[in-house]
């Protein structure tokens, strides 16, 4: 039970870790991340290919991150990949 709460505080304190005050600045980080990179930027992406980029592409614009689950081929695995992505590697 102690192993779940202390993975539950940091999981809740990583965007403050991070430099993010709020949790809508995190959120706006990744969808900035979604809605104006390039294919260039989003295939760097683990697990994100052509196929999925152009679809990312297409669905835009994304006004929650969560959105991106709707894309076809992006699963909880690859979400979080994108969201890692855009708050740890992505410079804009």
């Known amino acids: 039970m102690k192993i779940i709460t202390l993975l539950t505080a940091l999981l809740l304190t990583a965007p403050l870790a991070l430099g993010f005050d709020t949790d809508s600045e995190v959120e706006g980080r990744v969808c900035d991340f979604l809605n104006s990179s390039t294919p ?15 679809r990312i592409i297409a669905a835009r614009p994304f006004k929650a991150p969560q959105e991106v689950l709707k894309v076809k081929g992006i699963g909880e695995v690859k979400a979080q990949s994108i969201y890692d992505f855009a708050l740890t590697s992505w410079d804009k």
């Open 40 to 54: 260039a930027e989003l295939v760097q992406v683990k697990g994100l290919g052509n196929v999925l980029t152009a």
